[in-house]
């Protein structure tokens, strides 16, 4: 398997103010590179702010798989994948697990190229939650190089003891 993933950095904000300096550091990571199949993601995404109870839903931002192999078929499959969110050090309280993360592809934004190109979850209705790595796109026929975009929504749920911190986490876009 051969992927290209990008790292979004998402800020989640558990009661009160954010304090000066806490947005995340944007990271992008290549992790491995097919020659012609790319995918690009925003280096970071702020959640906003919310309580003990509360949940949060965002966009996270356009991703782009560009795909300008000459193979027939030339299929792909992205994928997503979150950790944890957590604030000052982790422990009791300072957790949001992925059990409380949800995101949803959302339809196609931009596409240009032959192929069928599928959203993995194209409604807020067929949301999943990011305990393991999930489906986001699919361009499952066609033989013409192809790009697609979408802008996915992350929903976290914050758990009613979650302690009062600016939370951070990784979600993860991979091609193959």
């Known amino acids: 398997m051969h992927f290209l993933a990008a790292l979004v950095s998402p800020l989640l904000l558990v009661g009160g103010v954010a304090p000066p300096g806490a947005a995340p550091v944007p990271r992008v990571r290549a992790m491995a590179l097919v020659v012609g199949l790319d995918i690009t993601v925003p280096p970071t995404a702020s959640l906003g702010a919310g309580g003990p109870g509360a949940t949060l839903s965002r966009s996270l931002g356009t991703v782009t798989v560009n795909d300008t192999r000459t193979t027939n078929p030339n299929t792909w499959?992205?994928?997503?994948?979150?950790?944890?969110?957590?604030?000052?050090?982790?422990?009791?309280?300072?957790?949001?697990?992925?059990?409380?993360?949800?995101?949803?592809?959302?339809?196609?934004?931009?596409?240009?190229?032959?192929?069928?190109?599928?959203?993995?979850?194209?409604?807020?209705?067929?949301?999943?939650?990011?305990?393991?790595?999930?489906?986001?796109?699919?361009?499952?026929?066609?033989n013409q190089r192809n790009s697609v975009s979408w802008a996915p929504t992350l929903r976290v749920a914050i758990p009613a003891a979650a302690v009062t911190g600016v939370y951070t986490g990784t979600i993860t876009h991979s091609v193959a």
């Open 77 to 142: 499959t992205a994928t997503v994948s979150a950790t944890a969110f957590i604030t000052a050090g982790g422990g009791a309280g300072k957790t949001i697990a992925t059990t409380q993360v949800s995101y949803w592809s959302g339809p196609v934004t931009k596409q240009n190229g032959g192929g069928t190109k599928v959203p993995g979850q194209a409604t807020a209705a067929q949301a999943v939650t990011l305990t393991v790595p999930r489906v986001a796109f699919s361009k499952t026929s066609g």
